[in-house]
């Protein structure tokens, strides 16, 4: 047992001092994330209580689920999934047909309460080592679909909640996590570029048409709006929560609600350069956190395709202004990065429990000590 235990002893101490290292990192990260929201609001009279409480849901809904994840690794993300659920039939908006008092932004926000419910269902189905309940968690996660497209009248919605349950089967037959979190870093770092290349109009006379069509001129105006703002604020930004007083596109909206329905362009326009790229750090950082996580690496590319669904949804939406969505966001990264207390005591091997090898029980008995006859 000599040599095993001291490898096992040295495997769980080198994954205790990565996820020290991830967590430290995240609190870094979002503490800067609310002190610079602090500044921009301070420079430019804003209001940065709506970042403020962002950053309050995130690390709320992260602690919980770290703690729900490691005593409840199956129970905990099925229970999310359907509280999920039960959260968004219960909102107003969801009637189907067009709302006259909506604000633009709740379709958003009931697309990533789907996208992150069917995320959750998933995860749960890897968790499990049972057949029956791997296959009846899988089928929650296409329920929850259909109930976005039958129910919620959520096409967008549908397509994202098949885009992670397609994900999620593929990750089973992947070796690597780390292709897999390249390949997501790659799908998010695409959307932005669109989406700044279209508020810029850098983009061909017809694809920019087909884009526009599809997201609504009012959207690509606001869009504009928060990039000329930027320009003239560059650094610090104009303030949080300040875009709707100074675009002339959201006061002219029917139902303001004074965002420009886009997270990145929304930190561009009221904090700056610094805003961005400290939003860009908290994705990069729940990625590096799945990345070193001790679950399997289906939950972990399965929960990291459901958030970058979801980040997708946020960059041309107004999701992440709505507290259920940062909770439950940061709720699923926490039950992908806990460890089990069941778990191997190493917590770095990437295979399913049924795939790692056995222990081995038949080693030599030690030779008895020989005494004086």
Known sequence: MGATGITSAAGAGADGDRRRLSDGAGV????????????????????????????????????????????????????????????????????????????????????????????????AA?????????????????????????????????????????????????????????????????????????????????????????????????????????????????GPGRFGELSATAAAVPYPDGKPHSAPLQQLAEQGVVGVVLLAAVYGWVLHALWRSARSTPVVLTAGAALTAVAGVAAVGNALSFSTVTVGAGLLSGLATARPLTEHPSGGDDRLPAERPYPDTHRPLKEPPRGDW
């Open 126 to 238: 890897w968790a499990t080592p049972v057949p029956l309940l791997r296959l009846a968690l899988r089928l929650l996660g296409v329920g929850i679909t259909l109930t976005a497209l039958l129910i919620a009248d959520s096409p967008a919605g549908a397509a994202l909640c098949v885009t992670v349950l397609l994900c999620s089967l593929a990750a089973g037959a992947m070796q690597s996590r780390g292709l897999g979190i390249t390949g997501l870093l790659l799908a998010a770092a695409l959307t932005a570029g669109t989406i700044w290349a279209v508020a810029e109009s850098a983009l061909p006379d017809g694809l920019a048409m087909t884009l526009e069509g599809r997201l609504t001129p009012q959207r690509v105006e606001l869009w504009r709006d928060a990039v000329r703002m930027a320009g003239e604020e560059p650094l610090l930004g104009v």
């Open 28 to 123: 870094v990260v979002l503490g800067a994330c609310a002190v610079w929201a602090l500044v921009s609001g301070s420079v430019h009279g804003g209001r940065p209580e709506g970042a403020l409480l962002a950053v309050l849901a995130v690390a709320a809904g992260y602690a919980a689920g770290r703690i729900c994840g490691a005593l409840l690794p199956v129970a905990a993300p099925c229970a999310a999934a359907l509280a999920g659920l039960g959260l968004a039939l219960a909102a107003p908006y969801l009637a189907p047909g067009p709302q006259p008092g909506v604000p633009l932004g709740h379709a958003g926000a009931t697309t990533a309460l789907f996208v992150l419910c069917a995320g959750a269902a998933c995860c």
